[in-house]
C-alpha cells in the first residue's frame, strides 16, 4: 500500500463476497482425485454449518464447486466486514469494492441456494410457511432471501460511517455486479437497486460479459436510470 501511495496509486480491498472458497473436481486434478480446499477463508472451511444450500441440502460445493457462506448467519456477516473494516483501518484506505460473482441459478435464472437451516427457520417464523413447499420462483421468498444480502451491504456501510466519522473524512463503498436486465438481479438475490436507493453503496459497476451490443446500451441504461 504504502510504494502504491508513492506512486500516486489509490489501493483498496477487492473481495468476492459471495465466494468464500472452491475444490477442483476430480476430472481436472493434477493427481486423479478431488483436491481439499486449496483457496479461500479460513472461516468457511472451519465452519461448514454457515454454508449455503440448495433445496435438497447440498452445499454450494457440491453443485458447482464453490464454498459459499450463507448471510442468514450474523456470525458470518460480522466476519467478512470485520476483515474488510480492519484493512481500511490498518492501512487509513479510502475506499473498498465487493464483487458479486455469478450465482448457481436454476432453468428459469432464478438462484438454487437459500435452503440452508438458518434461512429456512427465519422464513418460517416470519411468515408461518415453509419454503420447501414454495416455488423457488415465488416472490415472497427471493425478496427475503434477498434481504439478507442487503442486509450485509448495509451493515458494511454503518461499519464504514463509523469509521469515517472517527477520522473525519468519507470511506466509499462501491460494488461490482454482472449486467442483467432489470427484473434478473432480484432472482440472483442481488438487489443492487435498493442498496443505491438507500445510500448504502457509492457506487455501481456494471460488468458486462457477452458481445451483445444491444443488450450492453439496455443494460447500462438501466443502471444510470438507477
Given at each position: 500500500?504504502?510504494s502504491a501511495r508513492?506512486?500516486?496509486?489509490?489501493t483498496r480491498?477487492?473481495?468476492?463476497?459471495?465466494?468464500?472458497?472452491?475444490?477442483?473436481?476430480?476430472?481436472?486434478?493434477?493427481?486423479?482425485?478431488r483436491?481439499?480446499?486449496?483457496?479461500?477463508?479460513?472461516?468457511?472451511?472451519?465452519?461448514?454449518?454457515?454454508?449455503?444450500?440448495?433445496?435438497?441440502?447440498?452445499?454450494?460445493?457440491?453443485?458447482?464447486?464453490?464454498?459459499?457462506?450463507?448471510?442468514?448467519?450474523?456470525?458470518?456477516?460480522e466476519?467478512?466486514?470485520?476483515?474488510?473494516?480492519?484493512a481500511?483501518r490498518r492501512?487509513?484506505?479510502?475506499?473498498?469494492?465487493?464483487?458479486?460473482?455469478?450465482?448457481?441459478?436454476?432453468?428459469?435464472g432464478?438462484?438454487?441456494?437459500?435452503?440452508?437451516?438458518?434461512?429456512?427457520?427465519?422464513?418460517?417464523?416470519?411468515?408461518?410457511k415453509?419454503p420447501?413447499?414454495?416455488?423457488?420462483?415465488?416472490?415472497?421468498?427471493?425478496r427475503?432471501?434477498?434481504s439478507?444480502?442487503?442486509?450485509?451491504?448495509?451493515?458494511?456501510?454503518?461499519?464504514?460511517?463509523?469509521?469515517?466519522?472517527?477520522?473525519g473524512?468519507?470511506?466509499?463503498?462501491?460494488?461490482?455486479?454482472?449486467?442483467?436486465?432489470p427484473?434478473?438481479?432480484?432472482?440472483?438475490v442481488?438487489d443492487?437497486?435498493?442498496?443505491?436507493?438507500?445510500?448504502w453503496?457509492?457506487?455501481?459497476?456494471?460488468?458486462?460479459r457477452?458481445?451483445?451490443?444491444e443488450?450492453?446500451?439496455?443494460?447500462?441504461?438501466h443502471?444510470?436510470d438507477?
Amino acid at each position: 500500500v504504502g510504494s502504491a501511495r508513492q506512486r500516486g496509486i489509490e489501493t483498496r480491498p477487492y473481495l468476492a463476497i459471495n465466494a468464500h472458497g472452491w475444490q477442483m473436481p476430480k476430472d481436472d486434478s493434477l493427481v486423479g482425485e478431488r483436491s481439499p480446499y486449496a483457496l479461500g477463508v479460513r472461516f468457511a472451511f472451519d465452519h461448514p454449518e454457515y454454508w449455503a444450500r440448495d433445496r435438497a441440502g447440498r452445499p454450494t460445493v457440491d453443485i458447482n464447486n464453490v464454498v459459499v457462506m450463507s448471510p442468514v448467519y450474523c456470525e458470518v456477516r460480522e466476519y467478512l466486514i470485520g476483515g474488510l473494516t480492519d484493512a481500511v483501518r490498518r492501512y487509513d484506505l479510502s475506499g473498498i469494492q465487493l464483487e458479486y460473482v455469478s450465482e448457481r441459478m436454476d432453468e428459469q435464472g432464478i438462484v438454487v441456494t437459500g435452503y440452508e437451516d438458518g434461512m429456512v427457520s427465519a422464513f418460517t417464523v416470519a411468515t408461518g410457511k415453509d419454503p420447501r413447499r414454495l416455488p423457488n420462483a415465488d416472490e415472497g421468498w427471493l425478496r427475503f432471501r434477498a434481504s439478507f444480502t442487503s442486509l450485509q451491504v448495509q451493515e458494511l456501510r454503518a461499519a464504514l460511517q463509523g469509521i469515517a466519522s472517527e477520522r473525519g473524512k468519507p470511506v466509499e463503498l462501491s460494488v461490482s455486479v454482472f449486467a442483467r436486465e432489470p427484473d434478473e438481479y432480484l432472482k440472483i438475490v442481488q438487489d443492487w437497486p435498493t442498496w443505491v436507493g438507500e445510500g448504502w453503496v457509492d457506487r455501481v459497476c456494471i460488468w458486462h460479459r457477452e458481445g451483445d451490443l444491444e443488450a450492453i446500451r439496455r443494460r447500462t441504461a438501466h443502471a444510470a436510470d438507477v
